[in-house]
């Protein structure tokens, strides 16, 4: 019996890395979505100390910066904090055009 050439192999191996993205795509968009979970969390902690602490607390400062440094990271995740008009108690984290 002769061996198949690595070009008769080539298609298989082509459909089963394909088949293995398509298995691993969801669990990985799962992962980024409850990274950006996490994040959002982390804001709403910080958002409270800095908005319900003193203003003259180093504290306060440190967590409103941190709320700062993060609300970016999730804006440049594709995140926006509300929808153009909301109301300000309206406003939650949400993907941005949705």
């Known amino acids: 019996m002769t061996k198949p050439s690595r070009r008769a192999q080539s298609p298989s191996l ?6 293995a993205i398509a298995l691993l795509a969801p669990a990985d968009a799962s992962a980024r979505s409850d990274a950006f979970e996490a994040l ?8 409270s100390a800095c908005r319900g602490g003193s203003g003259d607390d180093p504290k306060t400062m440190k967590a409103c ?3 700062e440094t993060i609300g970016a990271r999730l804006k440049k995740g594709g995140w926006c904090y509300g929808r153009p008009g909301d109301a300000g108690y309206q406003r939650n984290w949400i993907r941005c055009g949705s």
């Open 14 to 19: 082509v459909a089963a890395a394909c088949f």
């Open 40 to 47: 959002i969390a982390q804001w709403t902690d910080l958002n």
């Open 65 to 67: 910066d941190e709320r």
